[in-house]
């Protein structure tokens, strides 16, 4: 039987439904041993402890932000190693985009299943270095680096207690940051191509939605070796809601301020001195940054 660690979001309103219905037959397969953060930034420490545990593979149970720091906790001081666990995540989350471009089920057949096959597929990995903080660790991400107005979109779903759901949250944050955040300068330069201009949203992806299901990113594939970039310009809230029916399809928007490109290293900077960045959802730090792809860093479970 395989060995299994599971990093679970401590805070999560799926753990009650984790220990009832998916532990239980998960056990009949697998060895497990449960970890639950107490913190933000937890998973990160306990995953890293157990990289050197010895388990065949590490899943985070919860969503994007519990996925991100897995992986941050399995690469951290280890992005060179040929000898890491392999991945895997059982969507327990508030938004699972990442589950959404895999297409991975939360039923506990299906995960009984994957555990069973144990089928991997080596996957891309965006690593963010601080040009301005070398002393900062570098993050990594699984599915979506953004800037612009995601990270106070990021901020104000953090202090939303989602009374009416995870979908009517994040609307009502992206439409109160189109009303506050200002548009922000923003150069991009990559070897192949620059960009520069005010930006609403500029993505570089791995999978293909943030945002609880805005497919920002039709062309990312996540192990293809490149990063699917969308560049959202100048776009008022009005074009946004109107683009909205292709987004959640995960079709390009038509606007003459969103652009669509590929690149695999990229250096973000910004006249503004305030301006963040993003990862799965986790505040990550401030530009400058350079982002560079890890291809096929990661081996993940997938079903």
């Known amino acids: 039987m395989k060995k299994i660690a599971i990093i679970i979001n401590g805070i999560s309103l799926q753990q009650q439904r984790f220990y009832s219905r998916i532990q239980p037959v998960l056990k009949k397969v697998a060895t ?3 970890y639950e953060t107490r913190m ?12 050197h545990k010895g388990y065949d593979a590490i899943l985070a149970a919860g969503g994007d932000g519990t996925l991100n720091e897995v992986i941050n906790g399995i690469l951290r001081g280890n992005d060179q190693s040929e000898l ?10 508030s938004a699972n985009d990442y589950a959404r471009t895999l297409e991975l089920s939360a039923e506990p057949d299906a995960i009984v299943e994957m555990i069973r096959n144990f089928r ?10 601080f ?32 009374t009416f759901g995870t979908l009517a949250a994040y609307y009502s944050a992206i439409f109160s940051t189109f009303f506050t955040c200002r548009f922000l300068p923003v150069e ?34 996540p192990d293809n070796q490149e990063f699917a970039c969308t560049l959202v310009g100048k776009v008022s809230l009005l074009d946004f809601i109107l683009q909205q029916g292709r987004l959640r399809k995960a079709r ?30 986790e505040l ?8 560079e792809l890890l291809p096929k860093r990661i081996r993940f479970l997938i079903q």
């Open 120 to 129: 991997e597929r080596a996957v891309d990995i965006g690593k963010i270095n």
């Open 40 to 51: 933000q930034g937890h998973a990160i420490d306990l995953t890293a402890r157990a990289v």
């Open 284 to 291: 990550a730090g401030k530009l400058p940054v350079t982002i």
């Open 188 to 221: 991009i330069t990559t070897p192949e191509w620059q960009w520069q201009g005010d930006c609403r949203v500029i993505a570089i992806a791995k999978g293909k939605y943030f945002g609880s299901g805005i497919g920002i990113a039709p062309d990312a594939v």
């Open 252 to 281: 390009y928007a038509k606007h003459r301020n969103i652009d669509y490109r590929k690149a695999t290293l990229l250096e973000l900077t910004s006249p503004h001195n305030d301006m963040w960045i993003e990862a799965d959802g």
């Open 84 to 93: 890491l666990p392999v991945a895997g995540l059982i969507p327990l989350g």
């Open 32 to 34: 497990v041993d449960v």
């Open 131 to 162: 040009v301005n903080e070398p002393k900062t660790p570098p993050r990594y991400f699984i599915n979506i680096a953004d800037t612009g107005m995601g990270p106070e979109v990021v901020r104000r779903m953090l202090d939303s207690d989602r």
